[in-house]
């Protein structure tokens, strides 16, 4: 998910034409949150990806979406297929994580 938010706000900043400082000032937030977003460092509240989206001039879902799904303007998904959508993800993150921590002690 990191990942994703990252690529979309790159891309969005770039289609923009407008410099990680600019962003940041728009959206509130410093130019190194900015930085460590796009760079996958940090994980964001919700404020912020609204914040975020708001200066970049989309809807907070088109972050969390595909770039190229976004930039279609393809129809808005429904809250319940967001929903859907995001507890899948989130439940692969947190697999993965156990995963990586049980992993080394030899367990399944």
């Known amino acids: 998910m990191r990942t994703l938010l ?3 706000i790159k891309y969005r900043r770039k ?4 410099s990680q400082e600019k ?3 728009t959206a509130e937030l410093s130019a190194q949150t900015v930085n460590d977003i796009e760079a996958c460092r940090i994980w964001v509240s919700d ?3 609204v914040n975020l989206a708001k200066a970049l001039k989309v809807e907070a879902y088109q972050l969390l ?3 190229s799904e ?3 303007g393809l129809p808005a998904p ?3 297929e967001i929903l859907l959508t995001l507890q899948q993800k989130i439940k692969n993150e947190i697999d993965m994580q156990f995963y ?3 992993k080394p002690r030899g367990l399944p």
């Open 6 to 8: 990252a690529l979309n």
């Open 15 to 18: 289609v923009l034409g407008i």
């Open 23 to 25: 962003l940041a000032k």
């Open 47 to 49: 404020k912020t990806i």
């Open 65 to 67: 979406l595909p770039v």
């Open 70 to 72: 976004a930039e279609k």
């Open 78 to 80: 429904s809250s319940t």
């Open 100 to 102: 990586r921590i049980l």
